[in-house]
């Protein structure tokens, strides 16, 4: 059996030449049953638009259609990627409830 190919990795010069999250927004059918804990919320004032929680986040949840970043949290599963990759702190991981909203 061959190998695959290892490429070299080269930088992208560009945020629109790195490739789609796993999925694209809305794609995903089977909504987040309850089990998640803490839930990511934006800060939008500190976001500087740099769209790197949306180029991790392994379900495709973040939405950048609008002005600003929205989170679909009918799908989020809290993993917590987009909240560690986020450079500007911009993003926090709180525990459901303590926010006031509800899963
Ligand atoms: S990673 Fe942080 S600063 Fe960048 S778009 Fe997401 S929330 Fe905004
Ligand atoms: S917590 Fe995970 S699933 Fe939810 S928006 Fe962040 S990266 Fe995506």
């Known amino acids: 059996m061959e190998r695959p190919l290892v490429v070299k990795f080269k930088r992208p010069d560009s945020i629109r030449d790195y490739p789609c999250g796993a999925f694209r927004v809305g794609t995903l059918v089977q909504e987040n049953s309850g089990w998640r804990v803490f839930r990511p919320v934006i800060d939008t004032g500190k976001c500087i638009k740099c769209l790197r929680c949306f180029l991790v986040c392994p379900d495709g949840v973040i939405d950048k259609s609008g002005e600003d970043l929205e989170i679909d949290y009918r799908f989020c ?27």
Request: overall charge neutral; charged content about 30%.
């Open 77 to 103: 599963k809290g993993c917590g990627v987009c909240a560690y990759e986020c450079k500007v702190g911009a993003i926090v991981m709180m525990r459901e409830g303590d926010d006031g909203n509800a899963r």
